[in-house]
Each structure stands twice: as C-alpha cells, then as structure tokens.
C-alpha cells in the first residue's frame, strides 16, 4: 500500500533523466581536461607529442635568429602559418569533362601525403589558350595547419626529398617579397606512402610554404635550420 508521502512526489521526466544520463556518458569518453586523448575503441592514446620540427623553432631557430638578425621578440620573428599543396589536372580535361581515374588517383594522392581530404577548384572562367571551360574541374587542393603542416615539412624534407633521382638540392629562387616559398615535385613516387605499382599516371605537385611577418632572407634562414637542402654555392674555380 502507497503512503501519503510517495502520493506528494512529482513524476519523474523520462526525457530528461534519459538526457542527463547520456551527457554524463559523454564527458565520461571525453576523460579530464589535460589528460590523455581517447580513440573511437576505448584505447588512450597518450598526451599530445610536439612536432620535432616545431619543437626546433622554438629552441634552436628562435635564438639563432636573435644572434644573427637582431630579432629576439619571439612576435616578431617569422612564422610559419600554413602549407598549400595544388595538383593541376587541366592538362587531363576531355573537353569540360575529367576523366574519373585522374581525379580519383589525384585525390587518393593528396589525402595519403597529406592525411587530409582536398577541395577540387572549378575553373571561374575560360581560357581559350589552356583549353579551359568555365565550369570545369581544374584543380585540387589543401591547405594545411597546425600539427599537420610541421609533419607534412618533416617529411618533405627528410624522406621526399632524398628520395628524388639526381637531387642536388631545392632551388633559393621561389622565394616572393613577403617570404613565401614555393617548389615544386615532378612525380608523387617520392613519399613513401605512394605505390607507383598502383597508380594510374604520374604526376606532380605544388608546395607553398607562406610565411607571417618575414622577407626571403629570414625565411630562407629558417628553413635551412630546418634542414630544408637549397643548392650550395659552388666554389668559383680559380
């Protein structure tokens, strides 16, 4: 038999005792703030480990700046913002229209070296002497940012470029006024992650490396502390 007191108790709302339950569940996955970071499967995967080569700008390439340039306040040093990666498939266009395996093998490209999904770039107009239609899939690009980018440069710089055939070093001279540097690559086989047995065709890629408050000078110092292998001076002979 009920008592007088449980008569007095209002009823309980389900929805929100169901909604309560599922935000606790929710901040329970996310684990505390600061703490490890916790994968789809359950798995902690450890604190957050700096990039190497973010870790040598603030301890090496900050100071060397100091001594050589005079720029010892760290907000005025040159800063790396972003990486570009652009792919040009307009030289593959049937018309106004891109072959399916070109797009596909340029995209899985991308996305591979990159770890990050690209955006096609329709062309805005036409361009009679390129063959280029108003509408038509010209490009691929991604911009990359943070941790990303530094492990994107790694890479670049210790893995794709040594695997180059003949390489004697990336050329000083694409580097604009504000201290942007841009190269390029002739063929996607020099990333270990490509498997040329696989591709369709070859094709290279654009890299711009832009640069926040900086002049070639300074961003050219920088990269060469990162390792970036420019061509050396050849000795005049005598």
């Given amino acids: 038999m009920a008592s007088e007191n449980d008569s007095k108790k209002p009823p309980v709302d389900a929805?929100?005792?169901?909604?309560?339950?599922?935000g606790k569940a929710k901040a329970a996955a996310k684990g505390p703030k600061g703490g490890a970071i916790q994968l789809d499967d359950g798995a902690a995967a450890g604190p957050r480990v700096e990039p190497r080569?973010?870790?040598?700008?603030?301890?090496?390439?900050?100071k060397a700046l100091g001594e050589k340039f005079g720029v010892a306040n760290p907000m005025q040093?040159?800063?790396l913002s972003k990486i570009v990666v652009n792919v040009n498939m307009g030289r593959h266009l049937e018309g106004n229209k891109l072959p399916a395996h070109v797009k596909a093998?340029?995209?899985d490209t991308i996305q591979r070296v990159t770890g990050q999904k690209p955006v096609v770039v329709i062309a805005r107009k036409s361009v009679s002497n390129f063959k280029l239609r108003e509408g038509a899939e010209?490009?691929?690009?991604?911009?990359?940012r943070r941790d990303r980018m530094w492990h994107f440069l790694d890479r670049v710089i210790n893995l794709a470029c040594p695997r180059i055939k003949d390489f004697r070093g990336l050329k000083a001279t694409g580097f604009d006024k504000q201290g942007n540097y841009s190269f390029g690559l002739t063929e996607?086989?020099?990333?270990p992650e490509i498997n040329m047995a696989e591709a369709t065709f070859t094709h290279g890629m654009n890299i711009n490396l832009c640069f926040d408050r900086s002049t070639p000078e300074l961003s050219k110092f920088v990269l060469a502390e990162l390792g970036m292998p420019f061509?050396?001076?050849e000795d005049k002979k005598k």
């Fill in 15 to 22: 929805a929100k005792e169901a909604k309560k339950a599922a």
């Fill in 53 to 62: 080569l973010q870790s040598r700008v603030k301890t090496h390439v900050a």
């Fill in 77 to 79: 040093q040159p800063r």
């Fill in 105 to 107: 093998t340029v995209l």
């Fill in 138 to 144: 010209s490009s691929a690009i991604v911009t990359l």
């Fill in 188 to 191: 996607q086989g020099v990333f």
């Fill in 231 to 233: 061509v050396k001076p």
